[in-house]
């Protein structure tokens, strides 16, 4: 006979470590799987871009529980095995080492991988991606005094890590991407003329508007030469590009797949035993209803934890409106909803550090930046969810 769980997680994340603590709140006795292709129990990813290379988080803190708290807590884990396999009709899983295991119920929430960049086969070892705390050591080790770095894009990843390069002893860091500004897909333009200035200060060469044409070797490893002409040595490359979501599985098994893995708002997938949760959930906006997908450590927890509660009988919709939040030199900020420099942007600003942001769409708050502002991110939730019809001059004043 096969290995049988009545829980079982693919995916040692933050969404699924927010599952099974869910499913244990609810069912003391069901026997719970949490495998990972990673070899370590599951931890928070903020950090590897910000408080590890600042001396604010240390690694051995990141972790949702250790090994052994899993065990005392009654979840199994099997690590640094990946799951190969799923069919849906006989409800089994797969996994690369040949292991066959039944389940009752399923969460599939196997996230992403960085997404690479092309460039010849012996440049490869000179590209790297970031994504779990293996890539932050190796990436660390190859931040020494006198190094040279390029960072290819500026979202998320790309913006925080040129801050936590630039805070490097002798590291030299640029980064080349093609908006006008670094997070200029969320930011309007009077903030991302801010953050230019803050890398201006701290030593980070921008090259704005422009992409990376190709790579070659070069004098210090690996040369870019952008599509503007440019010439850019450097020892090594990040690849902030975006993330292609681990959707493998749930396309082999045939559940409806589309922006991700699509689910119901109670996190079920087209198949009844089968959940879906954090990145790759596409799953209905509590407050407008549309398909999203969000890639977020507050959307991975709450989305575990609801996955994991209905698993274990609670048929409870998933209704958190998730926020985000990242760190960029002295300036920290969270948000709520969508956040689009597509729409119409409303600023509160008491000075250029500090003050909200409001995003609409005919004329109703769909995101809101709370910028150096804090202990606002529920009354921002309420503002949103209320979906009134606002003006500018209404929202001055609001919040903050
Ligand atoms: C460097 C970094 C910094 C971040 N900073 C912030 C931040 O400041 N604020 C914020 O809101 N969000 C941040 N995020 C995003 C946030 O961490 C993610 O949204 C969240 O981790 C997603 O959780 P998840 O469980 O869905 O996926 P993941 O955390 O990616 O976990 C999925 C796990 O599944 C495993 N897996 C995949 N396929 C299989 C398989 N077939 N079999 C077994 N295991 C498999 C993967 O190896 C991985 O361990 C950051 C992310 C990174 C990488």
New binding site residues.
């Given amino acids: 006979m096969s290995e049988f769980h009545d829980y079982l997680i693919?995916?040692?994340?933050?969404?699924?470590a927010s599952a099974a603590q869910a499913i244990r709140e609810l069912d003391a006795d069901g026997s719970v799987l949490m495998?990972?292709?990673?070899p370590l129990p599951p931890y928070?990813?903020?950090p590897?871009?910000?408080g590890l290379w600042l001396g604010k988080d240390n690694p051995d803190d990141i972790f949702v529980k250790s090994a052994e708290q899993w065990q005392a807590f009654g979840v199994t884990l099997r690590l640094g095995?990946?799951?190969?396999g799923l069919d849906a009709d006989s409800k089994h899983i797969t996994t690369a080492s040949g292991v066959r295991i039944g389940f009752g119920k399923l969460l599939l929430?196997?996230?992403?991988t960085p997404r690479s960049l092309a460039a010849p086969p012996t440049l490869a070892g000179r590209i790297h991606g970031?994504?779990?705390l293996t890539d932050y050591h190796l990436l660390r080790s190859l931040a020494h005094d006198g190094s040279q770095v390029l960072i290819v894009g500026a979202g998320?990843?790309g913006a925080?890590m040129a801050c936590a390069l630039a805070a490097q002893p002798g590291v030299s860091v640029s980064m080349i991407f093609p908006g006008a500004a670094p997070l200029a897909r969320i930011l309007p333009p009077s903030l991302t003329q801010v953050l230019v200035e803050r890398y201006r200060a701290h030593g980070v060469c921008l090259y704005g508007g422009d992409r990376v044409a190709e790579f070659s070797p070069g004098q210090r490893g690996i040369t870019a030469r952008t599509g503007r002409g440019e010439q850019i040595e450097a020892d090594w490359v990040l690849a902030g590009v975006g993330l292609d979501l681990?959707l493998a599985?749930a396309q082999s098994a045939g559940l409806a797949v589309d922006n991700g893995v699509r689910v119901n708002a109670r996190l079920q997938t087209s198949h009844d035993d089968i959940y879906a949760?954090?990145?790759?959930a596409s799953y209905p906006d509590p407050v407008w209803g549309e398909a999203i997908r969000t890639?977020?450590?507050?959307?991975?927890q709450a989305s575990?934890r609801t996955a994991g509660r209905n698993m274990a009988g609670a048929d409870e919709p998933y209704t958190h409106q998730s926020m985000?939040?990242?760190d960029l030199f002295d300036i920290g900020f969270e948000a709520v909803g969508t956040l689009s420099s597509q729409l119409e942007i409303c600023a509160d600003m008491a000075d250029q550090d500090k003050g909200v942001v409001y995003y609409l769409q005919d004329s109703q708050v769909r995101g809101v930046l709370l910028w150096n502002t804090w202990d606002q991110v529920d009354a921002a939730r309420e503002l949103i969810a209320a979906r009134q019809l606002v003006t500018a001059d209404g929202l001055m004043g609001q919040l903050g």
């Fill in positions: 693919v995916g040692a994340g933050l969404a699924g495998l990972g292709a990673e928070h990813r903020p590897l871009s910000k095995d990946t799951v190969a929430a196997t996230g992403g970031l994504r779990t998320f990843i925080e681990n599985l949760a954090g990145d790759i890639e977020h450590w507050d959307h991975a575990g985000f939040f990242s």
